[in-house]
């Protein structure tokens, strides 16, 4: 609308506007992952056909081939409907085999793009390039995939574009528009500064604290389909019975000592393969994590076999979270994450620095303008009718829990609901005085939490509406869940006395009114 | 009515600057009296084919007289004289300056402010319920993922599409 006018000269040597198809080479790689979805057919045809003898394999070949065949098949004719084109105000897509749709996406509702190489589309020298329009949806744009060097042009292109349209008002000499546009991953003449890195020694203590015996559930997966292809009955107590009498003399033979030592080496091993899974999975994700500042924003590049390079303005945060872990927070580990309408894989926020200490995230913080907590906050803590409320709720479900208990099981069971209700009233007691927030001029603060607190910072002027809501309970006991409207997260503070809220609610409402939408960058 | 029209029409030209708001906790606006009969004429439809579904059941014969269909016809009953004038009556909302409060709900009571700023568009729906009462739903929808379209039902259809004038023309030129 604004003046992309001024922008319209091609900035490189490709045609603007023309219809293009995604890199051929990305036939091989979607032929290649439909390879997988054609294994359990065959294996299924196989045993299917297995009485047969020899001619079980060949029909296995077959069904193999057909299926690969219609795959690559249906994959090229999908790429060859399948056409994008870089205009003046949007990029359009155009799609379908049979019914035909055609997407635009203006440039100005691109939150953000990101580009993404798994293991084989690097061994292709390809990317995914992704649109983000933070719809919610799933209205995105997706290109599977473009060489590296036309990802990159088209990422340049579309920030490009989009300064055009935003600042066309605006004069910004240190930032001159359509400059530079090179092949490579890193856009030449742009100075950066690292906000935030990890080398492979905070990497590697990252790792331990990331222990998971997810590994363990996966085993558990697996021996139901070992029980699947091998006759074994794996579930059969017979089975184990006969194998620990064999074993029992050799056991039996250790002595009291020895026990003790097995059951030591058991725990060792439980530890070193949880730690071993939490750093593998630690090294993958975030391996050479950095995050950058640039003159377009934050730059965020990670991950050792699949690597994402990820930008996002800085204006575009429009909340922030800080989390830690039970065990992390003794050590005063910190994770950062930023709350926008763009997605980041999957999840809604995009962390910024997962493994940190207080004083390496302020400065990230701070670039994000905002400003972490201080002393002179004021801080109130929820309702004590909310405690209350909370600790006989959560108590209640062990409670009711223990009628039956106490009716059927053996004597003295009845006392592990008790006890569960015990823990859990005293845990909200405790917790409650965790569970807080505070405002200031410019930001609203909530923190909850009792050995991981975690807390939340947004701006006053970013957020949407404000709601107060009450369920019957606490329409009777005076207290309300301040509900602010966050773009792209969700903000609640729960519990606060209906005072406190109206009062909190006056005061967020009265920056979000005073500031346009259209002021606040998005 | 009337009265709802001069608050609309007494605002300043520029809703930047934040001028009085008793909108927040002061009087709110009551909603069409229609929307109590629209109300009532819509749990009418729907209590329909459970008091129909209960009288089949009456017929079957498998259960002692009465058991299935009195209560559900008290409760329809209930249903449908008691509750739309609760729920009109507990709903309402307060338009100002440059911000529009909407509250509703009984058991689940909810109270929402949304600036005028902050709102990306405006929708005036009618189905053929309201379209018979002459009201209409008036939705401000939101960025944030909380409260992001925000219904207010039961209004005149010429109030509403004030409203919408009105919120539309603070809106300023977008560039999202």
């Known amino acids: ?522 | 009515m009337d009265e709802k029209q001069d608050n609309v029409a007494a605002v300043p030209g520029d809703g930047s600057a934040p001028v009085l708001n008793d909108a927040d906790d002061g009087a709110l606006t009551k909603l069409h009296i229609n929307y109590k009969k629209a109300l009532r004429a819509q749990t009418t439809i729907i209590a329909l084919p459970f008091v129909i579904a209960a009288l089949f059941v009456e017929e079957a014969d498998i259960l002692p007289k009465g058991l299935v269909v009195i209560p559900i016809a008290l409760l329809a009953l209930a249903a449908i004289i008691r509750l739309p004038g609760r729920r009109h009556f507990a709903r309402g909302f307060a338009m100002s300056t440059d911000r529009l409060r909407v509250v509703r709900g009984i058991l689940f009571h909810s109270d929402t402010i949304v600036p005028f700023g902050r709102v990306q568009h405006i929708d005036v729906d009618q189905g053929p319920l309201e379209r018979f009462y002459g009201i209409a739903t008036l939705t401000l929808h939101t960025a944030g993922t909380q409260n992001s379209s925000v219904n207010l039902p039961g209004l005149e259809h010429a109030l509403a599409m004030d409203m919408r004038e009105e919120i539309r023309s603070h809106i300023k030129r977008e560039s999202i």
């Open chain 1, 1 to 522: 609308m604004i003046g992309q006018e001024a922008h319209d000269q091609p900035d490189s040597a490709k045609p603007q506007g023309d219809a293009m198809h995604t890199d051929p080479k990305s036939l091989a790689v979607q032929t290649l992952s439909g390879l997988k979805n054609a294994v359990f057919p065959v294996i299924a045809v196989y045993f299917a056909t297995s009485s047969t003898g020899s001619l079980a394999i060949i029909a296995a070949i077959c069904t193999g081939a057909l299926l690969i065949g219609i795959g690559a098949f249906s994959t090229y004719l999908r790429w060859r409907k399948f056409t994008y084109s870089v205009n003046a105000e949007d990029i359009r897509v155009e799609s379908g085999i049979l019914s035909r749709t055609a997407r635009s996406v203006p440039f100005e509702r691109i939150q953000d793009v990101s580009l993404e190489q798994s293991l084989v589309l690097r061994l292709f020298g390809l990317v995914a390039v992704k649109f983000e329009t933070g719809s919610g949806g799933g209205d995105d744009i997706a290109l599977l995939y473009l060489s590296e060097a036309e990802g990159e042009r088209l990422r340049e292109l579309v920030r490009d574009r989009k300064d055009g349209a935003s600042n066309a008002n605006e004069v910004r000499a240190s930032e001159v528009v359509g400059g530079d546009i090179s092949a490579q991953m890193v856009p030449a003449g742009e100075e950066s500064s690292v906000l935030f890195a990890m080398d492979n020694r905070r990497l590697f203590t990252f790792g331990l604290f990331e222990f998971s015996l997810a590994v363990f559930a996966v085993l558990a997966g697996l021996t139901q389909y070992v029980e699947w292809f091998v006759d074994f009955e794996i579930w059969d107590a017979d089975l184990w019975r006969g194998l620990a009498e064999e074993q029992q003399g050799w056991l039996g033979g250790l002595s009291q000592v020895g026990q003790i030592v097995g059951a030591l080496l058991g725990l060792i091993a439980l530890f070193v393969v949880g730690s071993a899974t939490g750093l593998a999975r630690t090294y993958l994700r975030d391996w050479d994590f950095k995050l950058e500042e640039t003159p377009r924003g934050f730059r965020r590049r990670r991950g050792l076999l699949t690597k994402t390079d990820v930008v996002m303005p800085a204006h575009r945060v429009q909340a922030i979270k800080i989390g830690t872990g039970l065990l992390r927070n003794r050590f005063g580990w910190r994770s950062l994450n930023f709350v926008s309408l763009a997605q980041d894989s999957g999840s809604a926020n995009h962390t910024v620095a997962p493994f940190a200490q207080d004083a390496e995230l302020a400065p990230v913080i701070e670039a994000a303008g905002f400003r972490p907590p201080d002393e002179t906050l004021d801080w109130h803590r929820a309702s004590k009718l909310y405690r209350t409320d909370s600790i006989i709720l959560g108590s209640a479900i062990f409670v009711i829990a223990a009628i039956p208990v106490a009716l059927f099981a053996p004597a003295g069971m009845v006392f592990i609901p008790i006890a569960l209700a015990a823990i859990m009233a005293f845990a909200n007691y405790y917790a409650w005085r965790f569970h807080r927030h505070a405002i200031d001029h410019t930001q609203i603060f909530a923190s909850r939490g009792l050995f991981a607190p975690r807390t939340q910072i947004a701006s006053r002027i970013k957020l949407h509406s404000v709601g107060l809501s009450q369920g019957p309970i606490a329409q009777r006991r005076g207290y309300a869940t301040v509900r602010l409207g966050l773009a792209g997260g969700i903000f609640l503070i729960p519990g606060v006395p209906i005072e406190r809220a109206r009062q909190l609610r006056q005061q967020v409402i009265e920056s979000i009114a005073s500031t346009d939408f259209s002021q606040i960058n998005h």
